[in-house]
């Protein structure tokens, strides 16, 4: 079964629209954290946002954040307000545990394209 | 602070020959990574290392080797390339101070063809 699952593999969105971009996550942990990724076309991965499973409260950073819905296994991205630079390919991420040696295992990436 | 650095960004390749990807970063980063980003999938790992003489195998470390022998490097070495390794190759690193969050912060990237 796939631990990481983005199930929207493109979306068009007007400008200046919120938009939400759906993952799902398997795990039999207790203690695990998720990750944003937010990858352009220049390829470069930047990093987003990180919700931790003990975080009783939603991430948030600036226009990101994070709809951490825990019973179920759900870690959606909100953007508000999207701009045409939001433009690009995003994914989400999972790490199991809490040691550091575990590894980040990634979904397939939702591509999202904002429409002027 | 330059972050994570790779170069080449570009590189072309016949079948059977070899070459080294190269990864730095000026953050003094523990942990650093390589993944590979094969078309239209999401990232899988090769290989990462914990810290300068430490490494241990990914998801997909057929093909490839490894070495860090110091905190800010850790080159990916291709020893007999296959077209099967057409892809985009990424490097990371993070800092373990030993809570949950653990950003990963990613290099440019490197395009390799094996024709």
């Known amino acids: 079964a796939q631990k990481i699952t983005q199930t929207q593999p493109g979306m068009f969105v007007q400008e200046k629209e919120a938009v939400t971009l759906d993952c799902t996550y398997d795990?039999?942990?207790?203690?695990?954290?998720l990750f944003w990724y937010k990858q352009p076309s220049s390829g470069e991965m930047i990093f987003l946002i990180y919700?931790?499973?003990?975080?009783?409260q939603n991430a948030t950073e600036g226009r990101y954040s994070l709809n951490f819905q825990k019973a179920r296994k759900s870690a959606n991205l909100v953007i508000s307000a999207s701009q045409l630079g939001d433009s690009a390919m995003y994914f989400c991420?999972?790490?199991?545990?809490?040691?550091?040696?575990?590894?980040?295992?990634f979904g397939k990436g939702t591509r999202l394209h904002i429409l002027p | 602070n330059a972050g994570v650095t790779q170069t080449p960004k570009f590189r072309i390749l016949k079948i059977g020959q070899s070459m080294t990807l190269q990864c730095a970063q000026d953050?003094?980063?523990?942990?650093m990574y390589w993944y590979r980003q094969d078309p239209g999938m999401g990232l899988k790992l090769i290989y990462y290392?914990?810290?300068?003489?430490?490494?241990d195998k990914g998801e997909v470390p057929n093909g490839y080797n490894v070495s860090r022998s110091t905190t800010e490097d850790f080159p990916l070495r291709l020893e007999l390339a296959a077209p099967s390794q057409t892809s985009v190759y990424f490097c990371?690193?993070?800092?373990?101070?030993?809570?949950?969050?653990?950003?990963?912060?990613f290099g440019p990237g490197t395009r390799l063809t094996v024709l």
């Open positions: 990371a690193s993070s800092y373990t101070d030993f809570t949950s969050t653990d950003t990963q912060y």
């Open positions: 795990t039999s942990d207790q203690s695990y954290g």
């Open positions: 919700q931790g499973s003990y975080d009783e």
């Open positions: 991420a999972m790490r199991e545990g809490l040691y550091r040696d575990d590894k980040i295992i």
């Open positions: 953050m003094n980063h523990n942990y």
């Open positions: 290392s914990v810290g300068a003489g430490i490494t």
